[in-house]
């Protein structure tokens, strides 16, 4: 069974930094692109970030480039966000999937909730 | 970055009733690459439909979806009490965009 679970949210003060965790099992994590989403309170969906396979490849939103960092380790299956000088609008629960077939989202965690705030 | 415009915003139907949910894209979308979520409040979002127009595993054969170019709908044919929720389109041809949802609430 594909489970993703991720860990590492709470609260934190606006410029903080906080590393999101989604530990992966039940399927080959290496084989698969992997995605960060979120979702701000009673908002939609958001797309975040990817990374490649091996991790040569990573790409980001406008919203996030240059403060947040996607990453990988494929022996502990497991991925990461690395998110820098947080902002109040980054609050959001941030949900990590993997990459289907077709480019969709086949498997998603259950959910991380971030809250930016003094 | 593609621009997907769902609506309404809100569907408004009874137990029973058809439900047709619009996608709208900014520009063309290949069709292998448009999907579906329900999102029920707390819970991830669960995939229903992905190339446009295949149940995911386990999905019913209450939901289809169908389209192309930028006009995509998904069709739920009688509505049970678990299928109110909302609903997320999503296409990914040079990065992933969602759209902003249409919410399925009972009458």
Same mark, same amino acid.
């Given at each position: 069974? +594909?489970?993703?679970? %991720?860990?590492? /949210?709470?609260?934190?003060?606006?410029?903080? =930094?906080?590393?999101?965790?989604?530990?992966? $099992?039940?399927?080959?994590?290496?084989?698969?692109?992997?995605?960060?989403?979120?979702?701000?309170?009673?908002?939609?969906?958001?797309? +975040?970030?990817?990374? %490649?396979?091996? /991790?040569?490849?990573?790409?980001?939103?406008? =919203?996030?480039?240059?403060?947040?960092?996607? $990453?990988?380790?494929?022996?502990?299956?497991?991925?990461?966000?690395?998110?820098?000088?947080?902002?109040?609008?980054?609050?959001?629960?941030?949900?990590?999937?993997?990459?289907?077939?077709?480019?969709?989202?086949?498997?998603?965690?259950?959910?991380?909730?971030?809250?930016? $705030?003094? | 970055?593609?621009?997907?415009?769902?609506?309404?915003?809100?569907?408004?139907?009874?137990?029973?009733?058809?439900?047709?949910?619009?996608?709208?894209?900014?520009?063309?979308?290949?069709?292998?690459?448009?999907?579906?979520?329900?999102?029920?409040?707390?819970?991830?979002?669960?995939?229903?439909?992905?190339?446009?127009?295949?149940?995911?595993?386990?999905?019913?054969?209450?939901?289809?979806?169908?389209?192309?170019?930028?006009?995509?709908?998904?069709?739920?044919?009688?509505?049970?009490?678990?299928?109110?929720?909302?609903?997320?389109?999503?296409?990914?041809?040079?990065?992933?965009?969602?759209?902003?949802?249409?919410?399925?609430?009972?009458?």
């Amino acid at each position: 069974e +594909v489970q993703l679970v %991720e860990s590492g /949210g709470g609260l934190v003060q606006p410029g903080g =930094s906080l590393r999101l965790s989604c530990a992966a $099992s039940g399927f080959t994590f290496s084989r698969y692109w992997m995605h960060w989403v979120r979702q701000a309170p009673g908002k939609g969906l958001v797309w +975040v970030s990817q990374i %490649e396979t091996d /991790g040569s490849s990573t790409t980001y939103a406008e =919203s996030v480039k240059g403060r947040f960092t996607i $990453s990988r380790d494929n022996a502990k299956n497991t991925l990461y966000l690395q998110m820098n000088s947080l902002r109040a609008e980054d609050t959001a629960v941030y949900y990590c999937a993997r990459t289907g077939s077709a480019r969709d989202f086949d498997y998603w965690g259950q959910g991380a909730l971030v809250i930016v $705030s003094s | 970055e593609i621009v997907l415009t769902q609506s309404p915003g809100t569907l408004s139907l009874s137990p029973g009733e058809r439900a047709a949910l619009s996608c709208r894209a900014s520009q063309s979308v290949i069709s292998s690459y448009l999907a579906w979520y329900q999102q029920k409040p707390g819970q991830a979002p669960r995939r229903l439909i992905y190339g446009a127009s295949t149940r995911a595993t386990g999905i019913p054969d209450r939901f289809s979806g169908t389209g192309s170019g930028t006009d995509f709908t998904l069709t739920i044919s009688r509505l049970e009490p678990e299928d109110f929720a909302v609903y997320y389109c999503q296409q990914y041809v040079s990065s992933p965009t969602f759209g902003g949802g249409t919410k399925v609430e009972i009458k």
